[in-house]
């Protein structure tokens, strides 16, 4: 009598030419072929003519006649003889029509070393066909429609979509209640989600999105993904690895299922199969299946980051291809102009200097001392706008009234002579940052306020906490503002408004942009022409 093991079951699709469409991953411990060995060819390209043909006329009688068929036969596996059970199945389009073959191969055991029997062809009824035939025929069914799913996803290079369609499909093909993805952060050794489906029927007050485990914490997690392991866990059974803490509990479920999701040998994180009420676990062959999908879907997603971390170089190079052309522009316009200045009166001080009176003289090397000073001005800020975007600093809580101290200290001279009013009007909020940049931050917004800002211009300083927890820093002019062409390009590098002055906002606020894009905050303005300008910049609050 022969004992057959249906735990190394291989699902298999044919096409209508015998080539096979699809096969399961452990088809290679079963033949001695990869899947990618198989993919494409027939059975006569695989085994010679004997089996090949044989196999040919079996899918066509399926084909002819709408029946399911068993055969058994023997094969060669590294030189030693392994018998094995094919089950074919007619596969039909949606138009009725054959589609191809559906199939299953497993191995025989034989206790006793008789020769099995072939099994005589049977019809395609439900009763005829026994339970665990009929689950791999559900499951493939839902199979098919992962691999139309798959397709799909692996032509788009948004994760989110990837992400959205698997978590859908999975559940939906397993039955599940709930699907989680979790990404591994490997700098903070942990695991937090990145999408999650909840099907209706599922009421639980548990929020999928704001799972997040500490690996140092969670010890069989940790052990899960080095191992590369799956694992399940179902109410009243006992597993060896999940001792120190109760999943099943913690979720309020009945069953939890985890696939690691693993592309190329590179841990990319964890999948969660949840069931609220379920009445026995998930068999071996829907885990496998599971598996594959979960296997393909790894390859989607890590390209998908790759292709988004590409374009986010590509922006960078190309904002920095941009911010060089600007340098290029301001070392020669905005230094030619100063230096040529420079030079013409040192010339003439040179040449004239026995015709020229002595307060002349002195208003000369005075110009010659103002342009040396706008000058290092200039270079100055080039040199910050470099480091900021090169320099790692630490983010701590920073106290913003000493900074602000600072800056008038800094700018006394420039409030001096321009009889500038400046008003703290509300009481500071702290935020996350670096002390030293927030200074220029601060210096760049208060000195265009005093510069713009109109005769003994009135400036208004103050913060306030958002709701999505940020601070919001502004300063408050009334000079002539701005239209909101102007707005639109105050903070694109090296812009200049054609302001009356000439000096224009362009270098400053670019160093802003970048110092307040560095702290994690937003830089804006509010303006009015006539009315005056608001400038602000947000930052995480210090909790």
């Known amino acids: 009598m022969s004992n057959q093991n249906s735990s190394q079951q291989v699902i298999f699709t044919k096409a209508n030419n015998g080539r096979f469409t699809f096969i399961t991953p452990n088809v290679s411990s079963l033949l001695g072929l990869s899947a990618s060995d198989i993919l494409n060819k027939t059975e006569l390209d695989l085994f010679g003519s004997e089996w090949g043909f044989e196999s040919f006329a079996v899918d066509q009688k399926v084909q002819l006649t709408g029946e399911s068929i068993h055969f058994d036969t023997e094969i060669l596996v590294h030189d030693q003889p392994r018998r094995l059970r094919f089950v074919k199945h007619p596969q039909m389009a949606e138009d009725g029509s054959h589609a191809g ?81 979790m990404r591994w952060h490997e700098s903070e050794n942990c695991l937090a989600t990145i999408a999650a489906y909840q099907h209706e029927r599922w ?13 140092a ?20 059974t006992a597993h060896h690895l999940f001792d120190e803490y109760d999943y099943l509990a913690a979720f309020d479920i009945q069953g939890l299922l985890m696939l690691p999701l693993v592309f190329q040998g590179r841990r990319v994180g964890l999948v969660l199969l949840l069931n609220g009420e379920a009445e026995r676990p998930f068999t071996d062959l829907e885990i496998s299946l599971a598996q594959l999908l979960t296997d393909q879907v790894a390859g989607f997603i ?52 026995e015709a020229l009176s002595a307060q002349e003289a002195e208003e000369f090397l005075t110009i010659i001392l103002n342009n040396g000073k706008r000058m290092r001005g200039i270079i100055d800020g080039l040199l910050l706008l470099a480091s900021v975007r090169k320099e790692d600093v630490k983010i701590s809580p920073v106290d913003m009234e000493g900074v602000i101290s600072e800056v008038f200290a800094r700018l006394y001279y420039t409030i001096m002579d321009a009889n500038a009013q400046i008003a703290v009007e509300t009481e500071w909020e702290n935020g996350l940052g670096y002390t030293p940049w927030l200074e220029e931050v601060w210096a760049n917004y208060i000195g265009n306020a005093i510069k713009y800002g109109g005769k003994s211009p009135q400036i208004g300083l103050g913060s306030e906490v958002q709701p999505d927890g940020m601070v919001r820093y502004w300063v408050r002019d009334h000079g002539d503002g701005l239209t909101e062409a102007q707005q639109a390009q105050l903070f694109m590098p090296f812009v200049r408004l054609g302001l009356t002055d000439n000096r224009g906002h362009g270098l400053g606020l670019s160093i802003v942009q970048r110092i307040v894009t560095r702290l994690g905050g937003k830089v804006g303005v509010h303006s009015q022409p006539g009315v005056g300008s608001v400038f602000f910049f947000t930052l995480p609050a210090a909790t």
């Open 101 to 181: 073959i559906i199939g299953t191969i497993q191995e025989i055991v034989d206790a006793d070393t008789k020769q099995v029997e072939p099994t005589p062809p049977i019809k395609p009824e439900a009763a005829q066909i026994n339970t665990s035939e009929a689950e791999v025929l559900a499951l493939y069914r839902g199979l098919l429609t992962l691999q139309s799913a798959a397709s799909a996803m692996s032509v788009s290079l948004e994760p989110e979509q990837i992400l959205e369609t698997y978590t859908w499909e999975l559940a939906h093909l397993l039955n599940a209640d709930g699907c989680v993805v």
């Open 203 to 215: 009421q639980n007050e548990l929020s999928l999105n704001d799972i997040r485990f500490d690996l």
């Open 217 to 236: 914490e969670h010890v069989s997690l940790q052990r899960l993904l080095q191992e590369r392991s799956v694992s399940q866990l179902f109410q009243g």
């Open 302 to 353: 890590i390209n998908a980051w790759l292709f988004a971390e590409l374009a986010e170089m590509n922006e960078s190079l190309r904002v920095s291809n941009a911010e060089l052309d600007a340098f290029s522009h301001t070392v020669a316009h905005d230094l030619k102009s100063p230096l040529a200045n420079t030079m013409g009166f040192a010339t003439i001080l040179i040449q004239e200097k």
